[in-house]
């Protein structure tokens, strides 16, 4: 196995960083590390996979540690409880999302503010962020 170079720690750090509510261009680094050594794409988009999904995973305990101190019942009181339930039980899925831009953090936030199931929560984040990247590094080998 090789060693981490400098280029992919600073790929997973920022790709991290993008995904916390920091803002953040990880796409911009995967693409430009992916056309400039090709060699080796998926190590390239499993660091960003990894990176992205562990800052995603921490505004989701950002989340989960709000919902200690403000319940989403106390904050939405005007919405039932069956709503809540509701979206609850089909939150995780919504995941898929969170590699939108401004969306995405809003959305692991929500899940853990929601006490949304932990492992759901992060199949579902590290499934929506290894496809995107995956689509970053297939355009940018492509366009090389």
Known sequence: MEAVTSAEIGLFISAFVSSTIAP?????LLAWLASDQPE???RLIL??????TIGAMTTWGLGLWISHYRTPEAVLHRVSGKTLDQM??????????SWLPLIGDGLCLAAGWLRLPLLSSLIAIAAG????YWLVVAAATSLS
């Open 24 to 28: 953040g261009g990880s796409e911009a």
């Open 40 to 42: 080796h794409p998926l």
């Open 47 to 52: 660091i960003a996979t990894i990176g992205n």
């Open 88 to 97: 609850r039980h089909w939150g995780a899925p919504l995941l898929l999302l």
């Open 129 to 132: 962020k290894l496809l995107r």
